[in-house]
């Protein structure tokens, strides 16, 4: 069932690094090509969508409860990607669903510039932690204690 909802959270971790992260790296550069600071409205508002989507990977990453599957799968998906992006650059770019949208446009910039690569990489990590794939060993306080009739043991 753990990696179930591991998957569960795989999907909402790939739409929140589509839409949010993509949306934040839009606003960011539109920002840095108008000439205005992080520090303005818009500004604070992409940095905080960037940090969320950070936090969530923070999360799926460090939490041993969750199932590796959670941040490796939309890893492996962004190493795809990429993998594509280095083959042939304009089917990995015309392959990026919602053209028309602001967050579209920076999701390409990240691929285009590696950090889709990189946090693909760092996304993967948790595959390859064999305790991340059992579940937690509970200890049982009374195992040592006989049982009423004996043959419980």
């Given at each position: 069932m753990r990696h179930v909802v591991g998957v569960v959270l795989a999907l909402i971790m790939a739409v929140a690094l589509f839409v949010g992260g993509g949306w934040g790296v839009a606003k960011v550069a539109s920002l840095r090509a108008s000439g205005l600071s992080l520090s303005s409205a818009h500004g604070v508002i992409a940095l905080a969508a960037l940090a969320g989507?950070?936090?969530?990977?923070?999360?799926?990453?460090?939490v041993p409860a969750v199932s590796p599957l959670a941040a490796g799968l939309p890893g492996v998906l962004l190493l795809g990607w990429t993998a594509l992006g280095v083959a042939s650059a304009n089917r990995a770019v015309r392959l990026i669903p919602l053209h028309g949208h602001s967050f579209a446009a920076g999701f390409g910039t990240m691929l285009t510039s590696g950090v889709l690569a990189l946090a693909g990489a760092v996304m993967v990590v948790p595959l390859f932690i064999p305790s991340r794939w059992r579940r937690p060993y509970i200890e049982d306080d009374y195992a040592d204690e006989p049982s009423e009739i004996g043959l419980m043991r």
């Open positions: 989507v950070g936090l969530l990977l923070g999360i799926l990453l460090a």
